[in-house]
């Protein structure tokens, strides 16, 4: 007896797939913004800060 329905196959792992790809995809672009947009830049004032600050030392010092 024929079905009405036919069988689903390949389906899931095609939505597996795209979700995965999707997801990758958003969390390394997102990464790299924010390592490259927030991390860093922050990362470099406050380094320039401290060597600011070690300067200022070093020259009260003498």
Do not use: C, K, N
């Amino acid at each position: 007896m024929p079905t009405a329905i036919p069988p689903i196959t390949g389906m899931l792992r095609r939505g597996l797939v795209l979700d995965l790809s999707t997801a990758f995809g958003f969390g390394t672009t997102f990464g790299y913004l924010w390592w490259y947009g927030f991390h860093l830049p922050r990362v470099r004032e406050r380094d320039t800060y401290y060597a600011r600050l070690e300067a200022e030392r070093a020259a009260q010092r003498g």
